[in-house]
């Protein structure tokens, strides 16, 4: 069996385009980059809602709620967002199941140097 170096030889820095270093055309390492930081915004805010939900949940019995859950959420949902399995839950059902749970929801729009687009 043949041994592959585990050094590594080139790491691309902080606010850096590892597209580039990858190797493709500027224009589509720009738009990767771009696509690469949306979806990691829109992680870190299904995580951050994730979070508060399984705080606001925390030994709710949704079978005993009954009529009082009109979020429809059942408890294999509950269980699985409480394990942090939030897959293709959309930021609006998450937000539409905070409040449901008396928290209130707040979205707040800045520009910062990170959300920036750079090749």
Known sequence: ???TSSIISHTTPVGGNVFLDLGFEPEEAARLKRQSDVDCQKLTMRRSLQAALTESTHGLDLAKQGADN??????????AINRGEIGELSLGYLI?????????????VSTSDRNQHRA
């Open 70 to 79: 009109p979020a429809g959420m059942s408890d294999a949902t509950l269980a």
């Open 96 to 108: 539409d199941l905070l409040l449901w749970t008396g928290r209130k929801v707040t979205v707040t």
């Open 1 to 3: 069996m043949k041994k």
